[in-house]
């Protein structure tokens, strides 16, 4: 025992904020534990809320789309009996099997069928079962779907496509259960890409997704599904698409994510204030295509100090199309090069994914190098 | 033998000399340097005019790039075609794609892509819209022997079996896939021998006979409206031209092999006979109709060839439905 943690001890030659030390010598099992802590929100709506998590409030926006909008259907693979993650649960006994049905085992065939029924002006809303799949339908969702509109001259459109599907960590997901694949598609114009962060956010945002008229991937935090609980408000609502939002605000570091990222960098500007005396504004990106640049920029036109943290890995993550924006606009305001706090460049190992993760040390160890320098 | 009236089959000769004379000076146009890229139909005549004669005009039809046929039937106008080939102010396009990836909302074309059978999954998924529509209507989705090699076409099938789609795939096989032979494109019973695997009604038919691909598109319709079932029709044809003006096909075949086909069984050829032992065609006609052909064609060409590109803008708009801030930015200062 004493042998093992001399050995540990002697392995670290680092600082004893260094997030390696204090993963190693922290109490609780990773197993069980999150990285992150979800901190609901109020929605800023008058109106009868109910308790909803993430699946529960995209299961409601579904409801609301199929509702009200005749031409609406969804489908994807095993969403008849309420989808692997319970998404559509009670769906096809509300509106039928011509409304709600199951497709066969076939990404790319979803893609181009959900492109099809879009193009003749029926609202599609397809689901891809993990966002570690879609690449099958990579050739559709980027040489089809986001070139409709422009290659046809706008004769031809499909618009009305939203294909979700759920993305990121999950806590034992490795490489092909925990992906976050929305750098390859933000390379892609004529593609929309959301994330939301929150029930309340997932359920606004996905109505807006549906009803908007270009085709969008929306992409849910799958570990949010049960965590995340909010009281959402049951009416018909929508956000705005290409806003991002501050979600906590300082003069001194920016720190940019999206999805379950932003909880964690809440707690990192928590962390920042207590130890190190600085007060952060938090933004959470909402949409990675289109991007809110003003929000950025003016963020950090104020602090001069930038953090992008995500989980996809960090060569060219979204975080790195955020940099090379910031620093081009923001040059001269910077005090500090800009920090990215990315998975590694590796596949999203299994027992691995405690250091794997960006999780909340190794931020605030961006933060402290960012306030330092 | 035949219940179509003169003036249809005489139509159908027509648009089939037509597109051919298209044909022919449009890749001449390519070999002047006048349009960029060019792909002929030469030997496919029969395929298109004989399936778009038998579906209604707003069936939606999916298209590969060798259905310029269909549009003609339909009424796509010679300048239409020229003004898409030159990418000018007038092409419906906007000058974005490549010549021959023609499209018109008019006339239930959607517009050609190049990636081959993406179109397929998004016909099986149309035709399930129209069917939920209830409006009568089907779906074609024409694919060559080559493109049904591809995961989307069995995409394409397997889901309009399963989710019962009204649509008909029409694939057409010609031989080649630009210089692959189709016997290294598939070891099975050709693209028809896949259909009943699929459960899906299928046909195979004699390409070049125009009637033969009449009346097989047109029960194959009727199956699909009544019964909402797809249906898979193999026609088989052959490609007497290149793949396209970046192809000279007499590297992987001989010009004797394409000499029989054109000399044995052409589409064109066989129905000028059927027309002239009808009595509804002779060679007097054959030589006003050809001179008159051939003068339309080189004159909306000449008109598309001096009108003006469009707008440099274009490039920017039509990306999304209302365009983003970062797009006009871009134009700005570009």
Redesign the interface.
Known sequence: MKSKIMSKLLMLKSNPCSPMFIRLFSKSPQCMATHFKFQPETAHLDGETAKMNLFQAVNNALDIALAKDPSAVVFGEDVSFGGVFRCTIGLQEKYGKDRVFNTPLCEQGIAGFGIGLATTGATAIAEIQFGDYILPAFDQICNEAAKFRYRSGNLWECGKLTIRSPISAVGHGALYHSQSPEAFFSHCPGLRIVIPRSPIKAKGLLLSSIRTADPVLFFEPKVLYRSAVEEVPVQDYMLPLSKADIVAEGDDVTLVGWGTQVHVLKEVAEMAQEKLGVKCDVIDLVSILPWDKDTVFNSVKKTGRLLIAHEAPLTSGFGAEVAAAVQEACFLSLEAPIQRVCGFDTPFPHVFEPFYIPDKWRCFDAVNKLVRF | MCALSEETVVKMYKVMTQLNSMDRIMYESQRQGRISFYMTNFGEEGTQIGSAAALSSED?I?GQYREAGTLLWRGFSLDQFMNQCYGNCE????G??MPV?Y???GLSF??I?S?LG?Q???????????K??KNGLCVICYFGEGTSSE??A???L??AA??ECPVIFFCRNNGYAISTPSREQYKGDGVAGRGPAYGIHTIRVDGNDVFAIYNATKAARDICVSENKPVLLEAMTYRLGHHSTSDDSTAYRSIDEVRYWDERDSPIARLRYYLVSKGWWDDAKEKVWKEQNEKEVLQASARAEKKLKPNWTELF??????M???LSLARKFW
């Open positions: 939606l999916f092409d419906l396009g906007k974005r794609q990836c499209g018109s909302k959607v517009t892509s990636p993406t397929m999954p998004q016909a099986s998924g149309a035709a399930y819209a129209f939920r529509q995961g989307d069995h995409a394409a397997n889901f399963t989710l708009k039509d990306l999304y439905h209302d983003p801030q970062h």
